[in-house]
């Protein structure tokens, strides 16, 4: 399929429906260039966070590579089996 088509025209639907769950939870009454804006600094915080999100792996990563593979806890969330199934806590 990918091989005979063009992979912007076949995922294009798909693109659209992500930027546009970033106008989700507007508040109505917005004018078009405040939900424009709006829409945009949600995206942003939410490409924020993935990048954000990548480099905590990363440094995870390195703290076990420099351990000759012992994982490090140092900085990591730990989660016990007592604390619930959403809670996580700070080492």
Not at 42 to 64: H, P
Request: proline share 4%; charged share 35%; no cysteine.
């Amino acid at each position: 399929m990918h091989a005979q088509n063009d992979p912007r025209e076949t995922s294009a639907r798909g693109r659209q429906a992500f930027m546009r769950s970033f106008y989700d939870g507007l508040p109505e009454g917005l004018t078009d260039e405040e939900r424009e804006r709006r829409a945009d600094q949600a995206r942003k915080a939410y490409f924020a966070g993935l990048a954000f999100k990548s480099a905590k792996a990363r440094r995870q990563r390195k703290a076990v590579d420099a351990t000759n593979g012992a994982p490090s806890t140092k900085g990591a969330a730990v989660k016990t089996a007592s604390d619930g199934p959403d809670a996580v806590r700070a080492v």
